[in-house]
């Protein structure tokens, strides 16, 4: 299982690369692997200011639906448009082209509160 060193994660499994003052956000490779092959994102909130912990949008798999959780508040900046026509991305290259969301980070301490890649695999190992 992938965990990158360089990336910081949240209980809900999404994961949070930091660039300058936008965060890029999208889910686990483990979260992918149990999500199983993905159908659809759907995420309806770009433009919008949302807090920490609310949800952003859903992804759909073949056997389930689940809710997105922003791992820090802030303005939906964008959606990556290429899961629309090709949501598999997510499952092929999670970290990098699978990518969902970037915020705009109203408060830059929540990304503090993160977990860093040991502590993400300890909980899932758990």
């Given at each position: 299982m992938n965990i990158p060193a360089d990336l910081k994660y949240t209980e809900d499994h999404e994961w949070v690369r930091v660039e300058g003052d936008v965060a890029v956000v999208g889910i686990t490779d483990f979260a992918q692997g149990e999500l199983g092959d993905i159908v659809f994102v759907e995420i309806?909130?770009?433009?919008?200011?949302?807090?920490?912990?609310?949800?952003?949008?859903?992804?759909?798999?073949?056997?389930?639906?689940?809710?997105?959780?922003?791992?820090?508040?802030?303005?939906?900046?964008?959606f990556n448009e290429a899961l629309a026509d090709d949501p598999e991305l997510v499952n092929k290259d999670p970290y990098g082209e699978g990518w969902m969301i970037k915020i705009k980070v109203a408060d830059a301490a929540e990304l503090g509160e993160l977990m860093d890649a040991d502590a993400y695999k300890a909980m899932i190992e758990a």
């Open positions: 309806e909130t770009e433009g919008e200011e949302l807090d920490k912990g609310e949800t952003f949008g859903t992804v759909e798999a073949v056997k389930t639906v689940s809710d997105l959780f922003m791992p820090v508040g802030g303005e939906v900046a964008e």
